[in-house]
């Protein structure tokens, strides 16, 4: 009796009347039903005339009608094709054995090694650990990079954002990042990539060593938006699982902006009218829902600690601007950003880090007195350089006009030579802060 009893239970919950509703058209991107009646998240399978399935997702409901977004193309799919309700959200396998695979954006794997074994499943949608329940943040997360270990010091369960135009170095860093930084494990989430870009990233950027600790998750700019959008969330989900069991998670994704447009075209598609530089309300009311899943969460009692995850969220800012609109609702949610400039990287400075426009909100929490001094104090002869870089290098500046700009000039090459750090190159936080103390110490 007790081996059937999982047959009982799954009696009990199947469904005896089967929601269904008829395709009527396809406006765009979208598919417009009759039915089924189901909350907006949920997935229906489209039975197309050939016997081939579909599975879309539920994105809006008008007059009677619901909208759907395929998950795959729109080819095939023609009026009177039946729309079947799964009743359940869209969800992906986790565990273990993702570390070294890579796979798309509803969980299937892309790297032909065969099915993933012994995965549970989880819904790629999630709320947030509640506010009071996250433990503090108060464990240094070493990078391996000079940079960001000395003026930008970041912790576990950190937010931090990598604001960046093309051609600026950020799948480098993120690479370096991933192979380096001593985290668990690794969840990185391509969204919107070239195809051509995530092999040359996940061979040779993030290679061997990175991957055999990581999880890789693509939907390239060729797939549909839902997809696209919905491997944020499933990268999201899976660095949730590591988290909550003890785990400390390094996600990375690649890019926030992607991630936007996705949710354009899919806001666009169920009727939103487009309010800021075409982008509709949803584009960016998902933003905090989906950052502020990432960070500290309650303490493990199996693990003994809290897991953790760190985010790093790349924007491609639009033209190098400052201001965009996703940049500026992204800066406002993260703990801290850092923007690689155009300028230093055409001076062959990589990482390219800026330090007058980038900042790390817990480096006060996180370093000591004389670390944190330190870092100001090194970020403060930058800022004095650049604010006088015209001057000095057409020769207007005369050597003695004012000591603190003196000191700043004499800084600058070594402040130059202590950001640039070889690919592969690793760093220890102590060794970085010594080499920081000597350059400041020498301009004093």
């Known amino acids: 009796m007790i081996a059937l009893d999982r047959f009982f239970a799954r009696a009990e919950q199947a469904e005896l009347v089967q929601s269904s509703g008829v395709v009527l058209r396809v406006v765009g991107l979208a598919v417009v039903a009759s039915g089924p009646a189901v909350p907006v998240g949920d997935t229906c399978v489209i039975q197309l005339s050939k016997g081939e399935r579909r599975i879309a997702l539920v994105t809006g409901f008008r007059e009677g009608e619901i909208i759907l977004q395929p998950i795959g193309h729109l080819d095939g799919i023609r009026p009177g094709d039946q729309v079947i309700a799964r009743h359940r959200a869209l969800d992906i396998p986790v565990g273990p054995g993702l570390i070294g695979r890579v796979i798309d954006g509803v969980g299937n794997p892309l790297d032909g090694k065969g099915p993933i074994i012994g995965a549970a499943r989880r819904p790629i949608a999630g709320d947030p650990p509640p506010a009071l329940a996250r433990t503090p943040i108060t464990r240094v997360l070493e990078t391996g990079l000079k940079a960001i270990d000395t003026l930008f010091t970041i912790g576990h369960g950190q937010r931090m954002g990598i604001f960046a135009g093309s051609g600026v170095g950020k799948s480098t860093l993120l690479g370096e990042m991933a192979k380096h930084a001593r985290a668990d494990v690794n969840v990185i989430a391509l969204v919107g990539e070239r195809g051509r870009e995530v092999g040359e990233f996940v061979e040779k950027v993030l290679g061997a060593e990175g991957l055999a600790r990581s999880v890789v998750v693509v939907a390239t700019s060729d ?222």
């Open 223 to 444: 797939r549909p938006s839902v997809e696209r959008l919905s491997a944020a969330y499933a990268a999201t989900a899976i660095a949730e699982s590591f988290r909550d069991a003890g785990l400390d998670v390094l996600l990375m994704m690649d890019s926030i902006t992607r991630l936007c447009q996705a949710q354009r075209e899919i806001g666009l598609a169920a009727g939103e009218p487009p309010v800021t530089r075409g982008y509709p309300p949803s584009a960016f009311a998902i933003l905090p829902r989906l950052l502020e899943r990432a960070g500290t969460g309650p303490q493990v009692p199996a693990a003994g600690k809290a897991g953790t995850i760190t985010a790093l969220y790349t924007v491609l800012i639009d033209g190098d601007d400052e201001n965009d609109p996703v940049g500026d609702t992204v800066r406002a949610i993260l703990d801290g950003h850092l923007f690689l400039s155009r300028r230093m990287a055409g001076q062959a400075v990589y990482p390219a880090i800026d330090p007058t426009h980038s900042v790390s909100r817990l480096l006060i929490d996180l370093a000591k007195t004389e670390e944190y001094r330190l870092a100001l104090h090194a970020r403060e002869l930058w800022s004095e350089y650049e604010r006088v870089r015209d001057l000095v290098e057409v020769g207007a500046y005369r050597a003695g006009a004012d000591p603190r700009l003196d000191r700043a000039i004499t800084a600058y090459p070594k402040l130059i030579d202590f950001m640039r750090q070889d690919i592969g190159v690793v760093v220890r936080r102590e060794d970085s802060l010594a080499a920081l103390m000597g350059i400041v110490a020498g301009a004093s």
